[in-house]
């Protein structure tokens, strides 16, 4: 995803001459990126997110792929080889009790699409099995603040900015 927006970037710097000024956005993308890997270095991640009162994980074929492919996570979350692209595999939280990760990122799918009488992603995901979790008790839990942007609208350089910063904001002292 971030080579994509470097390069959608860079066309349309291009057209108006402002190369330059890309490229120090860019740097300043990759410096940031930098600071999250050393962050994620050899911990695991468990990826999802929360749609009609449960907890769908994701794997890093699609949405959310920035926390693994990027920032890379190891996301223990799903197996490799299944599709999880649009809306990810349903989880029960006894999986994810299983699975303990260190991190844990969740996106409000409810939120993002402003569904009507849904329930608050943070209701569902912190019961009894996830307190139980070296995320929970480590204070890695990551509400991704900007859910709309991670369901519908990354790409860009304005959502990339803020996609870095939900993970920033929570993960980074």
């Keep these: ?8 970037a860079a066309t349309i710097a291009s057209v108006f001459g402002l190369e330059n000024q890309v490229a120090t956005l860019m740097g300043g993308f990759n410096s940031r990126i930098k600071t999250l890997k050393a962050f994620a270095e ?8 929360c749609t009609g009162g449960g907890f769908n994980t994701l794997g890093n074929d699609g949405r959310c792929s920035i926390i693994g492919v990027e920032i890379r996570f190891e996301n223990v979350g799903v197996d490799a080889s299944i599709d999880t692209s649009t809306h990810g595999n349903e989880a029960s939280f006894e ?11 969740v996106m409000d799918r409810d939120a993002a699409i402003a569904a ?17 979790t070296d995320a929970y008790k480590d204070g890695h839990i990551v509400y991704l603040a900007h859910s709309a942007v991670q369901y519908a ?9 803020l996609m870095l910063a939900d993970l920033e904001n929570t993960l980074l002292p």
């Design 153 to 161: 609208a990354e790409g860009g350089i304005t959502s990339l900015d």
């Design 42 to 49: 050899g911990k695991n991640a468990t990826v999802g997110l």
């Design 95 to 105: 999986f994810i009790a299983d699975k303990n990760p260190e991190c844990i990122f």
């Design 1 to 8: 995803m971030v080579e994509s927006v470097r390069k959608n």
């Design 116 to 132: 009507e009488g849904a329930q608050l992603a943070q209701e569902i995901v912190e019961n009894e099995l996830v307190m139980g």
